[in-house]
């Protein structure tokens, strides 16, 4: 009997430790996140080769009336919209009816710029793009208060302006380099919002509606929050997170979240939607595959092709260049990222990101209602780690 019991005994603790499954790793993230109050509330999502491997709705979508997360809450998207919009605009290169290389002035006559020394320079589809076209923003690393002075809406505010105004306040503001000089985070997705209205004959929702969503079957973006009892709450990071106010400033950027429950504000193309992460993934992940349903072969060539040479993505620091809409990785080891050369990265300051590596088939969606604590930092680092050791 104690020599089978002694046995027993060896096997139970010879017997090897329960290794954690990918599932169990993020969730054990996401759970300590929540509990840490980093976010109120969030999505992830990520899919291997098209198949979803994770996906996780945790904590509050509206903490203050107890409202859970759901995995078809509706998140503003912020700059995540420019992946969206320039894909539009893409369909109508796809189609004839722009070109990359076009001068801006050929869609919008009035879009006259002026350098500092009042010449006047040609600037492109391809430049607007590629945050080479000269201008600027008023927050984040440029922080250029000609913007403020011209009452220029960068698409977090709720000033119910046109986009023809907006457009027509932006031409006004010096621009900051000559075009395809430097690479500068700006409004220029905007302008290029306008562009594609103007050149479309239609508005830039319906655009997006025909030319996005409905080749792709979904339907969760939108401009304006068409049902506004899914649209997360938004808070600013702290310890807890504090429902954000009309106003606010966090990390030097000002938030107006009315903005997404408003018709009255032009659509920004720059920072406009709102959407769910599954319909977000779906159309990442069109892009991963190569274009179909939504765009050419061509067209997703220039997409994830870097666009910028050497020119410094200053947001992303070393290994990184950009494409038509979002930061591309060139150098895995000067990123020190675990992604391969390659990968599509951005994200959206009211606390989403994302990541495509098509090399690896990954495609990965992390919406949050917590600026910014979702967007960089500690939370999206860690879910990428765990996620590229199975890879």
Same mark, same amino acid.
């Given at each position: 009997?104690?020599?089978?019991?002694?046995?027993?005994?060896?096997? *139970? /603790?010879?017997?090897?430790? &329960?290794?954690a499954?990918?599932?169990?790793?993020?969730?054990?993230?996401?759970?300590?996140?929540?509990?840490?109050? %980093?976010?109120?509330?969030?999505?992830?999502?990520?899919a291997?080769?098209?198949?979803?491997?994770?996906?996780?709705?945790?904590?509050l979508?509206?903490?203050?009336?107890?409202?859970?997360?759901?995995?078809?809450?509706?998140?503003?998207?912020?700059?995540?919209?420019?992946? %969206?919009?320039?894909?539009?605009?893409?369909?109508?290169?796809?189609?004839g009816?722009?070109?990359?290389?076009?001068?801006? +002035?050929?869609?919008? $006559?009035?879009?006259?710029?002026?350098?500092?020394?009042?010449t006047?320079?040609?600037?492109?589809?391809?430049?607007l793009m590629?945050? +080479?076209?000269? *201008?600027?923003?008023?927050y984040?690393?440029?922080?250029?208060?000609?913007?403020?002075?011209?009452g220029?809406?960068? @698409?977090?505010?709720?000033?119910?302006?046109?986009?023809?105004e907006?457009?027509?306040?932006?031409?006004? %503001?010096?621009?900051? /380099?000559?075009?395809?000089?430097?690479?500068?985070?700006?409004?220029?997705?905007?302008?290029?919002?306008?562009?594609?209205?103007?050149? #479309?004959?239609?508005?830039?929702?319906?655009?997006?509606?025909?030319?996005?969503?409905?080749?792709?079957?979904?339907? #969760?973006f939108?401009?304006?929050?068409? =049902?506004?009892?899914?649209?997360?709450?938004?808070?600013?990071?702290?310890?807890?997170p504090?429902?954000? =106010?009309?106003?606010q400033?966090?990390?030097?950027?000002?938030? !107006?979240?009315s903005?997404?429950? #408003?018709?009255?504000?032009?659509? #920004?193309? @720059?920072a406009?939607?709102v959407?769910?992460? &599954?319909?977000y993934?779906?159309?990442?992940?069109?892009?991963?595959?190569?274009?179909k349903?939504?765009?050419?072969?061509?067209?997703?060539?220039e997409?994830? +092709?870097? =666009?910028?040479?050497?020119?410094?993505?200053?947001?992303?620091?070393?290994?990184?260049?950009?494409?038509?809409?979002?930061?591309?990785?060139?150098?895995?080891?000067?990123?020190?990222?675990?992604? !391969?050369?390659?990968?599509?990265?951005?994200?959206?300051v009211?606390?989403? !990101?994302?990541?495509?590596? $098509?090399?690896?088939?990954?495609t990965?969606?992390?919406?949050?209602?917590?600026?910014?604590?979702?967007t960089?930092?500690a939370? $999206?680092?860690?879910?990428?780690?765990?996620?590229?050791?199975?890879?």
């Amino acid at each position: 009997m104690k020599r089978l019991l002694l046995a027993l005994l060896v096997v *139970l /603790f010879a017997a090897p430790a &329960h290794a954690a499954t990918l599932q169990e790793r993020l969730d054990a993230i996401v759970d300590k996140a929540v509990a840490e109050e %980093v976010f109120v509330g969030g999505v992830v999502l990520v899919a291997k080769d098209g198949k979803l491997v994770y996906e996780r709705a945790a904590g509050l979508a509206d903490r203050e009336a107890g409202t859970p997360v759901r995995l078809d809450t509706r998140f503003r998207l912020a700059s995540m919209t420019k992946p %969206v919009v320039t894909a539009a605009a893409l369909s109508l290169v796809d189609a004839g009816i722009i070109g990359l290389d076009d001068p801006v +002035t050929k869609w919008i $006559p009035e879009f006259t710029p002026k350098l500092p020394d009042g010449t006047q320079p040609t600037i492109t589809i391809r430049q607007l793009m590629t945050h +080479t076209a000269g *201008l600027t923003n008023n927050y984040s690393e440029a922080k250029d208060p000609s913007f403020a002075w011209y009452g220029v809406d960068g @698409g977090l505010a709720n000033t119910g302006l046109s986009l023809e105004e907006n457009t027509a306040r932006i031409a006004k %503001v010096p621009l900051k /380099f000559k075009p395809g000089s430097e690479w500068w985070y700006s409004y220029a997705t905007d302008v290029l919002g306008d562009v594609i209205s103007r050149a #479309s004959g239609k508005s830039l929702p319906q655009v997006v509606q025909e030319r996005i969503e409905a080749p792709l079957g979904i339907g #969760s973006f939108g401009f304006t929050a068409s =049902q506004p009892q899914r649209l997360a709450t938004a808070y600013a990071e702290g310890t807890p997170p504090s429902k954000m =106010q009309e106003g606010q400033i966090v990390r030097r950027i000002t938030f !107006h979240p009315s903005r997404a429950l #408003s018709d009255k504000t032009y659509p #920004s193309g @720059g920072a406009g939607l709102v959407g769910t992460a &599954h319909d977000y993934f779906l159309f990442l992940d069109a892009i991963r595959k190569g274009g179909k349903p939504i765009l050419s072969a061509d067209a997703i060539r220039e997409f994830s +092709t870097n =666009q910028t040479g050497d020119l410094p993505i200053r947001l992303m620091g070393a290994g990184w260049g950009w494409g038509l809409a979002s930061a591309i990785l060139k150098d895995p080891a000067a990123a020190k990222s675990p992604a !391969h050369a390659g990968t599509l990265q951005w994200g959206g300051v009211y606390g989403t !990101h994302f990541w495509v590596d $098509p090399q690896a088939g990954i495609t990965a969606v992390i919406l949050t209602n917590t600026a910014m604590a979702g967007t960089v930092g500690a939370f $999206p680092e860690a879910i990428r780690m765990e996620v590229y050791k199975e890879n």
